[in-house]
Nanobody, 125 residues
Framework: QVQLVESGGGSVQAGGSLRLSCAVS????????MGWFRQAPGKKREAVAI???????FYPDSVKGRFTISRDTAKNILYLQMSSLKPEDTAMYYC???????????????????WGRGTQVTVSS
C-alpha cells in the first residue's frame, strides 16, 4: 500500500517561491508515474506536473517554465519547485501516483490510484 504525505505548503506573496515535498512509503522504489495536482475552490482538480520513470516530465502551459518536478529515489521523496508564483496558483496541492504505469503517464486525476491529503498554497497579490 503506497502512502503519500505532502509538506511545504504555505502563504507567499506573488513572485515568490515554494518547494513542496511528498514523502512516499509502502513501496521499495519510486519507479512509476507520479505527479502533482491542484484544486482551487469551485474548480476541477488538475495536473500541474507529471514525471515518469525515465524520467520524462509534463507541465501544462499554465505552469511551464515556473514549476519543476523532481524526485530523490534514494529518499523516496517527490518534489515540486514553484517559482514566480501568481495568485491564480492558490489551491490545495496533492501528490499522486499511478503505480500501474512507469511510462506514458496520464495527467487525468482519474488515472491516479494513490493520493496524499494535500497541502495548501496561498499566493497573495
Amino acid at each position: 500500500q503506497v502512502q503519500l504525505v505532502e509538506s511545504g505548503g504555505g502563504s507567499v506573496q506573488a513572485g515568490g517561491s515554494l518547494r513542496l515535498s511528498c514523502a512516499v512509503s509502502g513501496t521499495p522504489e519510486m519507479n512509476y508515474c507520479m505527479g502533482w495536482f491542484r484544486q482551487a475552490p469551485g474548480k476541477k482538480r488538475e495536473a500541474v506536473a507529471i514525471i515518469s520513470k525515465t524520467p520524462r516530465t509534463f507541465y501544462p502551459d499554465s505552469v511551464k517554465g515556473r514549476f519543476t518536478i523532481s524526485r530523490d529515489t534514494a529518499k523516496n521523496i517527490l518534489y515540486l519547485q514553484m517559482s514566480s508564483l501568481k495568485p491564480e496558483d492558490t489551491a490545495m496541492y496533492y501528490c499522486a501516483a499511478d503505480s500501474r504505469r512507469q511510462i506514458d503517464c496520464g495527467s487525468e486525476p482519474s488515472l491516479q490510484n494513490y493520493w496524499g491529503r494535500g497541502t495548501q498554497v496561498t499566493v497573495s497579490s
